[in-house]
């Protein structure tokens, strides 16, 4: 399958500060990415979809002002988590869909995000 | 919207027994059904996936299957190996919104 990478595997970082975790679509142009955030022994949770050149658009109760979303390139997306607090610690996911074939989603191997 | 419910949550084999994981979603326009695998600390890796217009598909040990009336998708694992073991979800994706909806994880161990 295609291979997304993302960057960086894990951060810590203190309460207040900004992080970015950068995500890649590496054999394959992505014509939309998404951002799902994973809590221990749950589910995906999809935050955010976007599409190169355009604005993301955010699942209903994500904070589109401290989660930022930039889709770049048909390769590169990013999050910036703003003004990070330690409720924001989770496991954070890209995954990129390309137009080839049947459209399959395909997953980066996530973010460990932890605030001090 | 879309709702997809993954049974069960967790399922313990024998290494050489058969797994299997059912689902089932309910908005009929879905049309496209993948499984995930997730090793502990790792991102989901695609396995497999069915689209609606085909009511099975294999590849070596793993099957999926299809039931369109029934709405109803699983996943079948034969002649299990402890690497199996990790976690699976399963997926349904509408025509419309274009969004996956996940299933709530099948935690699958595979005892040597």
């Known amino acids: 399958g295609a291979v997304v990478s993302q960057h960086p595997s894990r951060v810590i970082c203190k309460s207040g500060t900004s992080v970015k975790i950068e995500c890649r679509s590496l054999?394959?142009?992505?014509?939309?990415m998404f951002w799902y955030r994973q809590f221990p022994k749950q589910s995906l949770m999809l935050m955010a979809t976007?599409?190169?050149?355009?604005?993301?658009?955010?699942e209903q109760g994500v904070e589109k002002d401290k989660f930022l979303i930039n889709h770049a390139s048909l390769t590169l997306s990013t999050l910036t988590v703003t003004s990070a607090h330690p409720e924001d610690s989770s496991f954070y996911i890209c995954?990129?869909?390309?137009?080839?074939?049947?459209?399959?989603?395909?997953f980066g191997p996530g973010t460990r995000l932890t605030v001090l | 919207g879309e709702n997809v419910e993954q049974h069960p949550s967790t399922l313990s084999v024998q290494e050489g027994d058969s797994a299997v994981i059912k689902c089932t979603y309910s908005d009929s326009a879905s049309n496209y059904f993948p499984w995930y695998k997730q090793e502990l600390g790792k991102g989901p890796q695609l396995i497999i996936d069915i689209r609606s217009n085909v009511g099975e598909k294999k590849d070596q040990r793993i099957a999926v299957t299809l039931n369109k009336t029934a709405k109803h998708f699983s996943l079948h694992i034969t002649e299990t190996q402890p690497e199996d073991s990790a976690v699976y979800f399963c997926a349904a994706r509408d025509t419309g919104f274009q969004k996956l909806v996940f299933g709530t994880g099948t935690r699958l161990l595979v005892s040597p």
């Open positions: 995954s990129a869909r390309g137009e080839l074939g049947y459209n399959e989603q395909f």
């Open positions: 976007s599409n190169e050149g355009s604005k993301a658009t955010y």
């Open positions: 054999d394959f142009q992505a014509t939309t």
